[in-house]
Structures are given as structure tokens and as C-alpha cells.
């Protein structure tokens, strides 16, 4: 994983049972059902259905749980806007981003190295393929964005 100050990380299902464990002890998917536990019934008191995740900060080791998985970080060390921006990779964007990438470079194949698209003008035959890949090269970075989390 490349989190900065990363130690180790706790995948859990829906039934807290552990999944996958990387250098961290079994008493983790404990403190975090009894931490998700307690949020879920302090965000319902608040008004909310459920709580999303959660962070407990220590003065050496810190936590943070989302999405079924707790990442254990070193809390000098931690770099917490790359740490949410992990649990928050937006996959529909990347993968839409990717389609239309690979949409304009056919396109520009088929515009200049076959006679398939030579009964269009000169002008769209590039523009076409040239907006397209703007709009490629705009949505692969921004599935990566730091503004969908909150705490």
C-alpha cells in the first residue's frame, strides 16, 4: 500500500469476520465493530441512518476505518488527505475515462490510417477524436479526487 506512515491494515465482512490482515493483531476488528457500534448508535441519536467511517488519532499509532477496512498509520508520519483519497477512488470515472481514451485513439487510427471516416469533412475527423480525449484526459485524474470524503 502506498500510504505514507502505513503499518498494517484489517479487511472485515459485513459479519466482522476478518478477511485479510497485514501486520496487525487480531484485538483490531474488535476495537473496530465496538467503534462502529458505538457511531452507528451516536449517528442515529444525531439524525443520520449510519455512520461511513471514522478515525481515531493516537499520540504513535493512528486508525482509520472505511469501507470494511482499517489501515493502521504511524501518526507523525501520516499523510491523512492521501489516506481518504485511498478509500475514495471514483472506479466508474477511471473506467468511463479509460473507454474514451481508447475511443479517441481509434478514432484517430481509423481518421488517418484508414479510408472509413474520409467521407467526413477534414475538420471533425480531428475534432471529434481531440474532444474526446479531452474529456478522457480530464475524468482518468479526477476519479482520484480529494472532495468526496468527509469526517
Excluded: C
Excluded at 503499518?7 to 476478518?18: E, P, Y
Excluded at 478515525?55 to 504511524?74: H, P, R, T, Y
Excluded at 501518526?75 to 479509460?98: C, M, P, R
Excluded at 482520484?144 to 469526517?151: A, E, F
Aim: aromatic share 14%; hydrophobic share 50%.
Amino acid at each position: 500500500m502506498k500510504v505514507k506512515g502505513y503499518l498494517g491494515h484489517v479487511k472485515v465482512d459485513d459479519k466482522w469476520n476478518v478477511i485479510e490482515k497485514v501486520n496487525a493483531s487480531e484485538e483490531l476488528a474488535g476495537i473496530l465493530k465496538f467503534n462502529v457500534e458505538k457511531g452507528n448508535e451516536e449517528a442515529r441519536e444525531l439524525g443520520f441512518k449510519r455512520m461511513n467511517g471514522f478515525a481515531m488519532m493516537g499520540s504513535k499509532k493512528s486508525l482509520a476505518f472505511m469501507k470494511g477496512e482499517a489501515i493502521m498509520v504511524e501518526t507523525s508520519k501520516a499523510d491523512w488527505q492521501e489516506l481518504f483519497v485511498h478509500y475514495v477512488y471514483l472506479k466508474g470515472w477511471l473506467a468511463l475515462g479509460i473507454f474514451l481514451l481508447v475511443l479517441s485513439i481509434v478514432l484517430y487510427y481509423m481518421s488517418f490510417a484508414t479510408p472509413y471516416l474520409d467521407y467526413f469533412a477534414p475538420l471533425p475527423r480531428i475534432f471529434v477524436p481531440t474532444l474526446i480525449l479531452i474529456i478522457s484526459l480530464i475524468m482518468i485524474p479526477s476519479s482520484k479526487t480529494r472532495y468526496t470524503y468527509r469526517l
